[in-house]
């Protein structure tokens, strides 16, 4: 069955999406007719040019700079229908070792950026009673993985978060869904699977995807064909060999 999903006139703000997953769904929910906005701290010069993609410069973990933008599109779009909160950070450090102020960023962007986020799109979802928000959670919320305690635990807590949301929200039609995405070609992948040893590992075991593949899964969530809140939706593979 053909993924038909129709976004005209609907406006998405992506967190993270100069790159990965977040930059193949803007790009998605643009070519569909609706109106990307790319929150990050990157620019994708990709994106430059698509007609329904606009790039914000926005560090998630900045409250007050959430609201501004998040303002902004409201001042520009009228409103925000979607939410997809793809902005993370994952450096490798171990718990002996890990400078502080690392453990701090990685919550602060990772877990409070997905709360600001909300929070500052969330009045006028309610006010609409309509509203999507899409979080993504991480195998290693549930395996660990040496070196990535700080990724893990904030990917962890997103899930209780998440279904918390979902309660308090779902009277007003507004729904909250957490997504594993499974093992995903991306820079942040990249970046946390060095070498090519592990990523052999991964291209032999689970498989590796592309953005492109978690692009549908996304946008069923934020369409009206979903209708689930607080559900937690696997993509292929990636619980069961816990990895991603
Ligand atoms: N790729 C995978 O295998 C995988 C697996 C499990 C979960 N995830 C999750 O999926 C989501 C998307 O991951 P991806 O692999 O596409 O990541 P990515 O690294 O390709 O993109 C993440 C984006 O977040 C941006 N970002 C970082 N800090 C920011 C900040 N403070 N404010 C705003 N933007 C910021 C980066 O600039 C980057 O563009 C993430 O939440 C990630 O944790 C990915």
């Avoid at 990965?20 to 609706?34: C, D, H, K």
């Avoid at 934020?222 to 060999?241: I, K």
């Amino acid at each position: 069955m053909k993924s038909t999903f129709d976004a005209q006139g609907e406006v998405l703000v992506v967190t993270g999406g100069a790159n990965g997953i977040g930059a193949a769904t803007a790009r998605a929910f643009a070519e569909r007719g609706g109106t990307a906005v790319v929150f990050d701290v990157a620019h994708a010069e990709e994106l430059d040019g698509i007609a329904g993609v606009e790039q914000h410069r926005v560090d998630v973990s900045d409250r007050e700079a959430v609201v501004f933008a998040v303002d902004e599109v409201l001042r520009r779009h009228g409103r925000i229908d979607a939410l997809v909160a793809g902005a993370a950070v994952q450096p490798r450090s171990d718990v002996v070792g890990m400078d502080p102020d690392v453990w701090r960023r990685v919550l602060a962007v990772n877990l409070d950026g997905v709360v600001w986020c909300a929070q500052a799109v969330l009045p006028g979802m309610i006010a609409q009673r309509s509203g999507s928000i899409v979080v993504f959670s991480s195998g290693l919320a549930h395996a660990g993985r040496a070196q990535a305690s700080a990724y893990a635990a904030s990917k962890g807590a997103l899930i209780p978060f998440a279904k918390s949301l979902a309660a308090e929200v779902a009277d007003y039609r507004v729904r909250v869904n957490v997504v594993f995405p499974g093992v995903i070609d991306t820079p942040q992948f990249r970046a946390a699977n060095p070498t090519g040893g592990e990523r052999e590992h991964w291209a032999a075991t689970t498989g590796i995807g592309s953005p492109q593949d978690v692009v549908d899964c996304l946008l069923f969530l934020l369409s009206d064909a979903a209708t689930m809140t607080g559900s937690v939706l696997t993509r292929e593979r990636s619980f069961a060999q816990e990895v991603a």
